[in-house]
């Protein structure tokens, strides 16, 4: 049973900062790629950022704003958000997927994600 365990929630003022973490053993393999999503009230999950054998993708609502990373000691893949805006406000999920498979491409798609954890709260206001 692969379990991934996401903290790092909370409750934010605009421009503020969160470090959200995602920790699973299977990180420990490397062709594992491991990615971001939110989803807000009344909206569709959407794709935050990935991180796949060291290359990072972002969405365009949160580039330059938001950094993913890895600690491979850890097991454990941060989102660090930056300049927080109100709608930013969302459940973050965090997912992963293997990239043995055939036709692999680079994906922020919600329906290419196998594992996901169980979100954490994120809520952006004064």
């Known amino acids: 049973q692969v379990q991934l365990r996401e903290s790092g929630g909370g409750l934010v003022q605009p421009g503020g900062s969160l470090r959200l973490s995602c920790a699973a053993s299977i990180f420990a393999a490397d062709y594992y790629d491991i990615a971001w999503f939110r989803q807000a009230p009344g909206k569709e999950r959407e794709g935050v950022s990935c991180i796949s054998s060291g290359s990072t993708t972002y969405a365009d609502s949160v580039k330059g704003r938001f950094t993913i990373s890895k600690d491979r000691a850890k097991n454990t893949v941060y989102l660090q958000m930056n300049s927080l805006k109100p709608e930013d406000t969302a459940v973050y999920y965090c997912?992963?997927?293997?990239?043995?498979?055939?036709?692999?491409?680079?994906?922020?798609?919600?329906?290419?994600?196998?594992?996901w954890g169980q979100g954490t709260q994120v809520t952006v206001s004064s």
């Open positions: 997912a992963t997927r293997s990239r043995l498979r055939p036709n692999y491409y680079p994906s922020l798609d919600v329906a290419d994600y196998t594992y």
